[in-house]
């Protein structure tokens, strides 16, 4: 029942929890969808549904019968499945950002602060436990001194109470003084300090910042931007799997680019289900372990091309010689001669591996030695070092996979549908529903509530869908009245290779099975 009055809510751009209340007890659609007219959820119990754990269960389980009703009405194939994301604008206010390198640049600068501090620990005495083992920056070190300086401060306060007044003051006292002074940078600064940048660290993850009112939000670059100055704004990102503009699959990501967001979504895809030839999304997929998983582990045709793709196909670019590409090949001898006639020979390999842990493999080309000006000059840089070029072959064989499939005539005509596919669940999604900003905070309850507003939209597609069919099928059904009524004549339609009556029953059981 909770879920029905939020798909309602949602489905007519209708996301606060009072006036979902509101709608609950006004509106007769959503009365009878309630079923009890006396029963109306506060907006207390709405919210607290659309960010409960079970509701995330619900929902998965809602998309997967939403998908086997469409293959039950045969409206999907499986022919490809496309992909792309957007940016959802946070429940967070925009001015709440925390920043990874500052972070890391002011725990430095207190860092140096507790060393110095632990060293005039050290110079004053202070009875410090193991202290030749403990590490100066670590927040169990600082609550270490504080508990030391507690215990050294009362001692002289036990002290000071039985000692005679001292001409020119006691020692004890100018030695207490001092350790308060200690015990209040450690206690009142340094520490609160190291432990909110534990715990900023925590939040941060694999991120490089973060709002300080939605943790698991993200500052990102988004498409709407009023004042045109690139201003970071803390969002999610949202990835869905379309097909016939039905939403199938979604997922939502804390990274600002699409390139690292495909494996996981796609490791969440259910393909027994859905089975698919095609895996169809933009450019900015387009990367080397992208493909290698979609071909080798999920053994599917990757329509995705990458960042250079456009470029290389435009006259220009092919006729740049100085691009490597261009470049004649000898696979025999392996080696590459430029443009300047200066030839490349093989000199070993080289591994890279990047941030996430993917390592590359490259082929070194160094440009081989000439005595004569000219081509001593086109062979060195201007360090006079050997100039060399690395060419990784499995990126550029699958380069090479990805152009064939694009160029070729299925491959073009699948291709061409992304744009009729992704973008138009995006556009109704923003302009129609007015869905340009979440209600919730937190990344599990951000999942919770596109869910339910993509399934709103999957649910609208599929009545106007089925009234278009309607309003089509009364109109042949009249048509078949006329013929059959003026003219003794039965309207009838070959389907299957026979013909069979233009009833309204017929119109839907075709439609039905596609």
Do not use: C
């Amino acid at each position: 029942m909770m879920l029905k009055m939020m798909l309602f809510a949602y489905s007519r751009k209708v996301f606060s929890g009072r006036k979902i209340q509101q709608m609950a007890e006004e509106n007769i659609p959503m009365k009878w969808l309630i079923g009890d007219p006396d029963v109306v959820p506060s907006y207390r119990t709405i919210n607290r549904f659309r960010t409960d754990p079970q509701t995330t269960k619900l929902i998965a389980l809602m998309y997967l019968q939403f998908r086997q009703s469409l293959i039950d009405n045969n409206l999907l194939s499986d022919e490809a499945i496309f992909i792309d994301g957007t940016k959802i604008l946070a429940d967070a206010n925009k001015y709440s950002f925390v920043w990874r390198r500052s972070t890391e640049k002011f725990e430095s600068k207190l860092d140096q602060k507790t060393r110095n501090l632990f060293k005039d620990l050290i110079q004053n005495k202070v009875n410090l436990a193991v202290e030749s083992e403990m590490d100066p920056t670590d927040l169990q070190t600082l609550e270490a001194e504080v508990d030391a300086l507690d215990t050294e401060i009362d001692e002289l306060d036990q002290q000071i109470k039985t000692e005679k007044v001292i001409p020119g003051g006691s020692p004890r006292k100018q030695r207490r003084r001092k350790l308060k002074h200690l015990r209040h940078l450690v206690r009142d600064e340094y520490l609160p300090r190291k432990q909110k940048y534990r715990q900023y660290h925590e939040w941060f993850g694999d991120r490089n910042s973060f709002s300080k009112t939605d943790h698991d939000a993200t500052f990102m670059r988004m498409k709407e931007d009023p004042m045109q100055n690139g201003q970071l704004k803390p969002g999610y990102n949202l990835q869905i799997a379309t097909q016939s503009q039905f939403v199938l699959y979604y997922q939502v990501n804390q990274r600002p680019t699409d390139q690292r967001t495909l494996i996981p979504f796609l490791k969440a895809m259910n393909f027994a289900q859905t089975p698919v030839n095609y895996i169809v999304a933009d450019a900015g997929y387009g990367s080397e372990p992208n493909y290698q998983f979609v071909k080798e582990k999920l053994g599917k045709i990757p329509l995705i091309p990458y960042t250079m793709y456009l470029k290389e196909q435009s006259k220009k670019y092919r006729s740049d010689l100085s691009k490597v590409m261009n470049w004649e090949y000898h696979a025999e001898e392996d080696y590459y001669v430029d443009n300047h006639h200066i030839r490349f020979s093989y000199h070993g390999m080289s591994h890279r591996t990047d941030k996430n842990g993917f390592t590359r493999d490259f082929k070194v080309y160094r440009a081989d030695d000439y005595d004569d000006p000219e081509r001593y000059y086109w062979s060195t840089t201007r360090m006079g070092n050997q100039r060399r070029i690395n060419i990784n072959p499995h990126w550029e064989s699958q380069k090479a996979y990805v152009r064939e499939q694009l160029s070729s005539p299925e491959g073009k005509a699948i291709f061409a549908k992304r744009k009729l596919e992704d973008e138009p669940a995006f556009g109704n999604l923003k302009a129609n529903l007015r869905f340009r900003r979440l209600s919730v905070r937190g990344l599990r309850q951000v999942n919770n509530e596109l869910g339910i507003i993509l399934m709103a939209a999957n649910m609208n597609k599929l009545a106007k869908m089925m009234a278009n069919l309607s309003h089509i099928f009364g109109w042949i059904e009249k048509l078949s009245h006329i013929f059959q009524k003026k003219w003794k004549m039965r309207l009838n339609l070959f389907v299957g290779g026979t013909y069979v009556p233009a009833s309204f029953f017929n119109l839907v059981t075709l439609a039905n099975t596609g």
